[in-house]
């Protein structure tokens, strides 16, 4: 058997049903496979940013609201700790380095980050470019950060900041010029972007003891127990997964909070998948409407061709053969919308997740991947499926009242 | 080939659902060489006289024999099989598919079976085509004269050879002349290489140069007498 000439005809025939049928089911196809590879692209790229987070050690309040200004910069107010604790952090058995995260001014928008160069170096894998900071006034930047090595800036405060600023006798402090010393490797998470200084210089933009005794000049570790002032977060990177639970759990007291940053992403990855779920069947809905109208159109295309599928009855065709034909023209607009879809989902792809990216500071790749062609293929075969319906009712209509 | 009919009746249902009887014909005889003029007003049953004989009609009741082959006795695809090999069928409106070529339209019988035509087959195809004069450089069918589409309806009916051609008013859409021409031929089809030809026709040339006319009224002979003759 050979349908081909008589699905060219009917391709020819109705060529702009063809097209506009082929158009819809890719539009379908692509809603689905753009949802799923954004979904998954967003949970992988968060998932990724807070690998090097093993332990946050905040104090007690929203563990989210922690997840959400530490690792993903984004803007809140997080309480300070007890200055104990990063002194206990620092010196606990069993820790692989502690780090203090401390939120300072901004530059051009982008945060200043006061932290140690040891923990600079870790979320960098090395750094990209120049050296580590080695004063107060130094800076290394983030993979992503539109400033070069040697640049310098003063740092923007907020308003608020501003007033306190102008009671501020320490005020050589809030003039600060800052140089760039080093880069960062790109992270894909939104440190990309922030400008990375010592943990001191925020303390004192703050007006708080830097750590070390006055007139010490010296930044970074050992701290003077005596003149540590509290951060809003510690990153303890525990030696071993057994040390890891022990330190949590060591870390967890009344005036502090010691978890596991996937503990919230797993609470946040549930709730995105409710809505994900229901968005999902929102879209699985429509591709089998879509469908269901497909079918339904196919079934009106052919009628319009039912006299020709009678002529070819009359001249021996057997009813298989009208099956072939009108499944086979089906199958076409199905495989051809499917290729379709999944093309236009890997090219608005890429261009949502760098919108997506933009906004989150999150390193997000959303290329449709094997779930979402295997998702594809099986609402392509129901679509295969539901075209035997048009073909088999095309093929028993009656050759004497086709003609008629 | 022999064609033995016996007590063929056909009942429909019409719209307010009551039954009636389109078609009741006790006995039809016809053999190679015949060419037999099928004649009645509008409704008196001429095509489903001629679908029945091809093997179209489920629900007849009666014997269709051609030879030896008891034809509604097949099996569907069977059926479907025999009249591919042995009818050939001409339309009143042609019924060629406008969007193929006239060579792809003559070949289309052979599509039912098999993936491609043979060489052979084409051959033939492109043969039966020159002898009808019908111009195959057309790449549609729809771009050819109704005389040039009727004639390409005919070289498709006689794409496999079949020793019987059913024609149903065959020449009702063409000019004269091209009536004309598609009538010689039909007939000559009986005479001259004596396959039995059928034909439904209003068409008085047509019919006059038949060989036999059986006229209907109300799906039964109005002569008796004419279908034992044949
Ligand atoms: N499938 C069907 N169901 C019900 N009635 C039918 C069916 N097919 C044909 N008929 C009826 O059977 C009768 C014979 O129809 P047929 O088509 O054989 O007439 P005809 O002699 O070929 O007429 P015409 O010259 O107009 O083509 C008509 O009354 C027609 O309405
Ligand atoms: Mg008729």
């Known amino acids: 058997m050979n349908p081909i000439p008589v699905i060219r005809a009917t391709m020819r025939r109705h060529w702009l049903l063809f097209l506009l049928f082929s158009g819809i089911v890719a539009f379908a196809i692509a809603l689905g496979a753009i949802l799923g590879a954004q979904e998954r692209g967003f949970r992988q790229a968060s998932a990724r940013a807070a690998d090097k987070f093993d332990i946050l050690v905040a104090a007690p309040g929203s563990q989210t609201d922690v997840v959400l200004t530490a690792i993903y910069l984004r803007p809140g107010t997080v309480p300070l700790l007890d200055a104990k604790v990063l002194g206990d952090a620092l010196a606990a058995p069993h820790v692989a380095f502690a780090a203090p995260i401390a939120f300072g001014d901004n530059h051009q928008g982008a945060p200043i980050i006061g932290t140690l160069a040891s923990f600079v170096d870790y979320l960098s894998g090395g750094l990209a470019e120049g050296s580590t900071f080695r004063t107060e006034a130094e800076a290394v930047v983030g993979a992503a950060s539109p400033l070069k090595i040697g640049d310098r800036f003063k740092p923007e405060h907020g308003l608020e900041h501003h007033a306190a600023a102008a009671e501020d006798e320490d005020g050589d402090i809030h003039d600060l010029e800052i140089t760039v010393v080093g880069r960062m490797k790109p992270t894909g998470t939104p440190w990309d972007r922030a400008i990375a200084v010592p943990v001191e210089q925020v303390w004192k933009t703050h007006s708080l003891p830097n750590g070390h005794p006055p007139g010490d000049e010296r930044i970074g570790l050992p701290f003077d127990p005596r003149y540590i002032s509290g951060v809003p977060v510690v990153v303890v990177k525990p030696d071993s997964v057994v040390a890891a639970y022990r330190l949590r759990a060591q870390f967890r007291g009344q005036d502090r909070m010691s978890f596991f940053p996937a503990e919230v992403l797993v609470q946040i990855y549930g709730l995105m998948g409710n809505v994900q779920a229901l968005l999902s069947s929102i879209v699985m809905a429509t591709q089998l409407l879509v469908l269901l109208a497909l079918a339904g159109g196919a079934f009106a295309i052919v009628s319009l061709s039912r006299r020709q599928f009678a002529v070819l009855r009359v001249l021996g065709a057997p009813r298989g053969y009208v099956v072939l034909c009108v499944w086979s023209y089906v199958a076409i607009i199905i495989v051809m919308g499917t290729v379709l879809g999944l093309a236009m989902a890997a090219g608005l792809s890429s261009g949502l997740a760098a919108a997506l990216s933009k906004t989150t500071g999150l390193a997000i790749t959303a290329l449709p991947g094997e779930a979402e062609i295997r998702s594809a293929l099986s609402t392509a075969l129901i679509g295969l499926a539901l075209a035997l319906v048009p073909a088999g009712l095309i093929a028993v209509q009656k050759p004497m009242d086709g003609l008629n | ?230």
């Open chain 2, 1 to 230: 080939m022999q064609l033995r009919a016996d007590s063929l009746r056909i009942t429909f249902v019409d719209a307010a659902g009551a039954r009636f009887t389109a078609l009741d014909i006790p006995r039809l005889e016809a053999g190679c060489g015949d060419s037999l003029a099928i004649t009645g007003p509008s409704g008196s049953g001429k095509s489903t006289l001629l679908y029945a004989l091809a093997g179209l009609v489920d629900d007849l009741e009666g014997n269709v024999a051609w030879d030896e082959t008891m034809l509604m006795r097949l099996p569907q695809t069977a059926r479907d099989r025999w009249r591919r090999e042995n009818a050939g069928f001409v339309f009143q409106d042609f019924h060629l598919i406008a969007e193929l070529s006239p060579i792809e339209n003559v070949l289309m019988p052979a599509r039912f079976a098999l993936f491609s035509a043979s060489a052979d087959l084409k051959a033939r195809a492109l043969n039966l085509l020159d002898e009808l004069r019908v111009p195959i450089a057309r790449k549609l069918s729809s771009q050819l004269s109704r005389g040039e589409q009727q004639r390409v309806a005919i070289a498709r009916a006689l794409l496999f050879d079949p020793p019987i051609i059913l024609a149903d008013e065959p020449t009702a859409s063409l000019d004269a002349e091209a009536a004309n021409d598609v009538s010689t031929l039909l007939t000559e089809l009986a005479a001259r290489s004596g396959k039995l030809v059928i034909t439904v026709s209003h068409d008085e040339r047509l019919i006059e140069r038949c060989g036999a006319r059986l006229a209907l009224e109300h799906g039964r002979l109005k002569q008796h007498d004419v279908a034992a003759v044949l």
